[in-house]
């Protein structure tokens, strides 16, 4: 399949997509790449039902003037700061046109309101679809209550402390973290972090984790006459094995490399706070659950204080 080198960013208005446009912009303008602006619309099913012809036929232009508003504002913002953009229309569910849309892109970028789940208009219920099933690796950008005004910090007389990645919205990632477990995907993860890595000239981080604690660790089962310290080492030698190979592909790029006890979720989810981006493959150990991502990327998503890059299993088979 041949690709454009573009960024595919969906956006509807909300603080949450405009806040993942500026983080597509920052990339775009580092990259040079141009970026194609989405703003996806459909009459409810309910409404149209309800109408007659020409009522529905007026509701269909007033939602879709509506959404031309919202993206000439988007492409305006983007075309401020130097971007090729080209902005599309579509007609249907956002996260269908989106995932179609995907195939011929090099990277999608959406929004996310946080722990609730992605922008209500932009994914809808289907709060995975664009990670999980899109044709193209997906960034997805959080934002936090505290990114939605901090009314509720304001009230209780302290201001929260800036997410890393707000920092420098001229160069918003300066350490991705990726996570590692052996898998194929985690592979194809590693990549695509080096190039980014390569891309925002920041600092990259390979974590492996493994539960060899007590307690509720999942393999808090082993003898005691095991050694959890041999079996650290002995994840940290298979860390080497993947990155040493990565790092001689790339002689620019060094890769830190960290072992940890605890799952890949809970590891990754606490470097969100003091990394700008996260990367991880969407089928590690764990697989996908249905017809969502696996346990580590969904947990990732849901929890993470920082961006995260999703590399499913749809990524290579297509490229």
Known sequence: MTRSAGILVGVDGSAASLHALDWATSLA???????????????????AASLDGGYAALDDS???????????????????????????IATGDAAG??????????????????????????LGTVSSALPAHGHC?????PLRNDDEGR???????????????RRDPEHPVRRIVVGVDGSPSAAGALHHAVRHAQTWDAELVAVAGVPVGSGAGLLAWLPAAIDHEQVLADVAAGLDAIVDPVEAEHPGVTIRRIVLDGTGAELLTEFSSASDLLV????????????????????????????????????DQDA
Not at 35 to 40: A, E, F, H
Not at 64 to 85: I, M, N, S
Not at 157 to 162: E, K
Request: with cysteine.
């Open 29 to 47: 303008t580092r990259s040079g790449q141009a970026m194609t602006i989405v703003c996806s619309y459909s009459l409810p099913s309910f409404a």
């Open 62 to 88: 007033a939602i879709q003037d509506g959404a031309k508003v919202v993206l000439e504002e988007a492409v305006d913002r983007a075309t401020r700061a130097g971007v090729t953009v080209t902005p599309r």
């Open 97 to 122: 046109v989106l995932v179609e849309m995907s195939k011929d892109f090099e990277l999608a970028v959406v929004g996310t309101r946080g722990r609730g789940g992605f922008a209500e208009r932009l």
């Open 137 to 141: 690796p997906t960034v997805v950008v």
């Open 151 to 165: 009314s509720s910090a304001a009230d209780a007389g302290s201001a929260p402390q800036r997410p890393r990645w």
């Open 280 to 315: 991880v493959g969407s089928r590690g150990r764990g697989g996908f659950a249905g017809l969502l991502l696996g346990s580590t990327s969904q947990a990732v998503l849901h929890h993470s204080d920082c961006p995260v890059l999703v590399v499913n299993k749809h990524c």
